[in-house]
T-cell receptor
Framework: SAVISQKPSRDICQRGTSLTIQCQVDSQVTMMFWYRQQPGQSLTLIATANQGSEATYESGFVIDKFPISRPNLTFSTLTVSNMSPEDSSIYLC?????????????FGSGTRLTVV | DAKTTQPPSMDCAEGRAANLPCNHSTISGNEYVYWYRQIHSQGPQYIIH???NNETNEMASLIITEDRKSSTLILPHATLRDTAVYYCIGGSGNTPLVFGKGTRLSVIA
């Protein structure tokens, strides 16, 4: 399966600042996905990032708050902007795993963000 | 994506088979049934997926009913390390996964 390197693994940030999370894949993928997991909750899709086009955001998520870059087929970043304590969550990237018949998806190990 | 229904929690004795059910009555003909698990807030881990036929790999077996409205994930010999939240998700393979609440499996010594 695809291998994803996600950085940083965790961070503690001051409110009002921004954090950029990186996701590097060991193979070229068309679509990358960003999720948020709030404490004690399931995963919620933030956006889909395709190379060469703007990310598509889910309801409740906006580009000004969660800008996404997708400069090539193996890399993406998610920025959490102007953070507040409510942004404290685990953020995960995911890719479609084309090495597996029926695809399926591989996930990064996540970034645990605490905003103080 | 098909909406799935899973029990919120289950217990299983260590060494016994863990059978995790999932209802997906609205799944369409081209949608796979995917199973993932998440151990202690790590990234979700792929377990198995299937379309119509039963599937088996080194981690688990997936039994899909003939009408495809439900399935069961079987961990044949559960260990303490299998304690996790298990997610059953319907998807077509080219759209993002939509996670429900999953089943919290506790393996008990």
């Amino acid at each position: 399966s695809a291998v994803i390197s996600q950085k940083p693994s965790r961070d503690i940030c001051q409110r009002g600042t921004s954090l950029t999370i990186q996701c590097q894949v060991d193979s070229q993928v068309t679509m990358m996905f960003w999720y948020r997991q709030q404490p004690g909750q399931s995963l919620t899709l933030i956006a889909t990032a395709n190379q060469g086009s703007e990310a598509t955001y889910e309801s409740g998520f906006v580009i000004d708050k969660f800008p996404i870059s997708r400069p090539n087929l193996t890399f993406s970043t998610l920025t959490v902007s102007n953070m507040s304590p409510e942004d404290s969550s685990i953020y995960l990237c995911s890719v479609e795993d084309l090495r597996r018949q029926g695809a399926g998806y591989t996930f990064g190990s996540g970034t645990r963000l605490t905003v103080v | 994506d098909a909406k799935t229904t899973q029990p919120p929690s289950m217990d299983c004795a260590e060494g016994r088979a863990a059978n995790l059910p999932c209802n997906h009555s609205t799944i369409s003909g081209n949608e796979y049934v995917y199973w993932y698990r998440q151990i202690h807030s790590q990234g979700p881990q792929y377990i198995i997926h299937g379309l119509k036929n039963n599937e088996t790999n080194e981690m688990a077996s997936l039994i899909i009913t003939e009408d495809r409205k439900s399935s069961t994930l079987i961990l044949p010999h559960a260990t303490l390390r299998d304690t996790a939240v298990y997610y059953c998700i319907g998807g077509s393979g080219n759209t993002p996964l939509v996670f429900g609440k999953g089943t919290r499996l506790s393996v008990i010594a």
